[in-house]
C-alpha cells in the first residue's frame, strides 16, 4: 500500500506536521498485523507534526457503511511507542459528528476504539486483567485536560489513557498515550493483541461499523479478544519484518472449536415439507393470540384466516393485507403444544417480503417461563428482516444479562444478497456449548455458554418455533410503513429439526 497520500491527508488536518515518505516502520498486514515503530517520543498536545513517517492505515472494511458517502466511510490510524509508554492516533472521516446525545451509550453515536492484549495470550477468547477496551467518544472533541476523558470500554479504568480530542478537515480525531505494563518488555518482534473499530452516526443512531481485525466479523471484540489483530512491535533501523504469531481462526474454525459440527450425524426428528395443500398441519402448528404483536407495537392483528395463511405449491404463505380502512391482518404460527426441544439443529428455508415496514421473523421462545419472564427465560432469534433495511439479515439472542433494553444484545446484522427474490436458508445448531447460527449452510454468528447462571444461559430448557409477518411496530415501522404498501408476503419451503 502506498502510504504517501496518506501522509498527506493526516497533515491537512494540522499545519505542524510535515509530509514525509520515508516511514520509520513497515506498512501493515491488512487486517491481520499493524506494526509499532519504536522509539518514538509522541507528545499528547492534539498536534500531529511528531507522527511524521509513522505509517496510517486506512481502514475501509465495515459491517456497514454509513449511508451518507460523506461521512463514516473510512478511518485512519497510527501506532508508535517508547520504552514506557503506547501511543495511538486515530481519525474519522465525519462531516456530521454527533456526541453526547445516548449518555454513556457511546457505542451508539460517533466514537472510535481500539483493544489490547498484553497478557501474552494472544487467543484468550475472554477478558482478564491486561485486555482492554479503550472506546473514545467524539464528546471528548476539545477536551483541554487529556487526563480527564469520557471513556468506556472492558478494563478501561485499569490504565490511565490521556488524549486530545479535535475537530480535522474532514472530521475528528484523537491522539492517545497510555502506560505499557511493567512486565511487557518492549523489543523488536513483540507481538500484542490489537484491533480497531469506528462507530459512527449520520442522525442520531449508530449506522455504521468500520471493523479492522479480519477475524471479527461480527462485532465481537468487545466480548471475545481472541478475535483480535496483531500489533508488532518495530525498532527503527532494523531490516527484517517481524511476522504475526497466533493469528486467529476462521468463523468455521471458531464453530469447530467450540462444538459445532452442523447437520452431520444428526437425523431429523420433526419437519414439515408443506407438502399438503389448504391450512397449515394443526398437528404440527397452533396460532398465536390475535394481539400478540402488542408488546412491540404492531400494527396488525393476528389470525387464524386462510387469507393470511395458507399451503400452496408446496410450500407456506404467510400473508399481510391491508383492508380499505387501512387496518392490518397477517398469522403467527408457533409450535407450542405439537413440539419443542431442547438442542438441536433447527433450519428453515424461506423468501422473505418486501416494503418499507414489513418485519418478518424465524425465532424460538421457551415453552415455560422457568427464569421468569422476557427476557429472563431467553429468546433465540434465528432470522429477523426490516423492509427498511433491504437484504440485512438479524440475528440475536435475549437473556436477562444480554438484551436490547440494557444496550447488552448479542446481535449480528450482514447483507445476504437477494434474501426477497429467492429462497435462503436460516439455521441455528443449539447444544450445551452455545448457539451457532448458519446462512445457506454457512456459519454467520455464535453465542458461547459462558458457564454462570440462567441470567447468561437460559439455553437448557424446551423452546419451540415461531413464525410470523409483524407490520410497523418499534422496530419494523422505525422509518413509517410505505403508505402504497398493501400486502406483503414470507414463503416458508420448509422447516426441519435434526438431533
Known amino acids: 500500500m502506498l502510504i504517501f497520500p496518506l501522509l498527506l491527508a493526516l497533515a491537512a488536518c494540522s499545519p505542524e506536521k510535515e509530509s514525509s515518505n520515508k516511514l520509520i516502520a513497515p506498512d501493515e498486514i491488512a487486517g491481520v498485523a499493524a506494526y509499532i515503530p519504536f522509539p518514538v517520543k509522541i507528545t499528547i498536545d492534539g498536534k500531529t ?28 490510524f497510527s501506532l508508535a511507542s517508547d520504552a514506557g509508554s503506547l501511543y495511538i492516533f486515530m481519525e474519522s472521516e465525519d462531516s456530521n459528528i454527533i456526541g453526547g446525545r445516548h449518555g ?13 492484549n498484553f ?9 482478564t486483567d491486561g485486555i482492554i477496551q479503550i472506546t473514545v467518544s467524539a464528546v471528548n472533541i476539545g477536551n483541554e485536560d487529556p487526563g480527564k476523558l469520557s471513556i468506556t470500554g472492558t ?13 480535522t478537515e474532514k472530521g475528528w480525531a484523537f491522539e492517545a498515550a497510555l502506560p505499557l505494563p511493567a512486565t511487557l518488555n518492549v523489543t523488536h518482534g513483540r507481538n500484542i493483541g490489537f484491533q480497531v473499530h469506528a462507530n459512527g452516526a449520520s442522525h442520531l443512531d449508530r449506522d455504521s461499523k468500520i471493523v479492522w481485525s479480519k477475524i471479527d466479523t461480527a462485532d465481537q471484540s468487545f466480548t ?19 511476522q504475526p504469531l497466533d493469528t486467529g481462526l476462521t468463523m468455521s474454525d471458531l464453530f469447530k472449536k467450540d462444538g459445532a459440527g452442523g447437520k452431520n450425524g444428526k437425523s431429523i ?5 408443506f407438502d399438503y395443500k389448504g391450512a397449515p398441519d394443526p398437528a404440527r402448528w397452533d396460532y398465536d393470540s390475535e394481539d400478540s404483536g402488542k408488546y412491540n407495537e404492531e400494527l396488525q392483528r393476528y389470525t387464524r384466516s386462510r387469507k393470511n395463511s395458507f399451503v400452496k405449491r408446496d410450500a407456506l404463505t404467510i400473508r399481510a393485507i391491508k383492508d380499505g380502512k387501512g387496518n392490518w391482518t397477517s398469522a403467527r404460527l408457533v409450535t407450542r403444544g405439537r413440539a419443542q426441544w431442547t438442542y438441536g439443529y433447527i433450519e428453515v428455508c424461506a423468501k422473505l417480503c418486501r416494503g418499507k415496514g414489513s418485519w418478518p421473523a424465524i425465532w424460538m421462545m421457551p415453552f415455560s417461563d422457568t427464569y421468569g419472564p422476557w427476557p429472563r427465560s431467553g429468546e433465540i432469534d434465528i432470522m429477523e428482516f426490516v423492509g427498511h433495511d433491504p437484504d440485512r439479515i438479524h440475528t440475536s439472542v435475549h437473556t436477562h444479562a444480554y438484551n436490547h433494553r440494557i444496550k447488552t444484545q448479542k446481535t449480528r446484522a450482514e447483507n445476504v444478497k437477494g434474501v426477497s427474490d429467492e429462497f435462503h436458508t436460516y439455521a441455528i445448531e443449539w447444544n450445551s456449548k452455545g448457539i451457532f447460527w448458519y446462512v445457506d449452510d ?11 447462571d440462567s441470567r447468561t444461559w437460559p439455553f437448557n430448557k424446551p423452546f419451540y418455533v415461531i413464525l410470523n409477518l409483524a407490520m410497523g411496530g418499534t422496530w419494523g415501522g422505525m422509518y413509517g410503513v ?10 416458508v419451503d420448509y422447516v426441519r429439526v435434526y438431533q
Open 442 to 452: 454457512e456459519p454467520f454468528y455464535y453465542f458461547l455458554n459462558e458457564g454462570k
Open 224 to 242: 471475545d479478544p481472541s478475535l483480535f489483530g496483531r500489533a508488532i512491535f518495530y525498532q527503527i533501523g532494523k531490516n527484517d519484518k517481524p
Open 155 to 167: 478494563n478501561s479504568s485499569t490504565l490511565p489513557v490521556k488524549a486530545f480530542a479535535f475537530k
Open 482 to 491: 410505505d403508505e402504497d404498501l398493501k400486502r406483503a408476503e414470507m414463503v
Open 49 to 76: 507534526g511528531d507522527w511524521n513517517g509513522v505509517p496510517v492505515q486506512r481502514v475501509e472494511t465495515a459491517l456497514q457503511k454509513g449511508p451518507d458517502r460523506g461521512q463514516n466511510q473510512y478511518i485512519n
Open 269 to 273: 426428528v420433526w419437519a414439515d415439507e
Open 119 to 127: 497478557t501474552g495470550n494472544l487467543l484468550a477468547n475472554a477478558y
Open 104 to 116: 454513556v451509550d457511546y457505542w451508539n453515536e460517533d466514537s472510535m476504539e481500539f483493544y489490547l
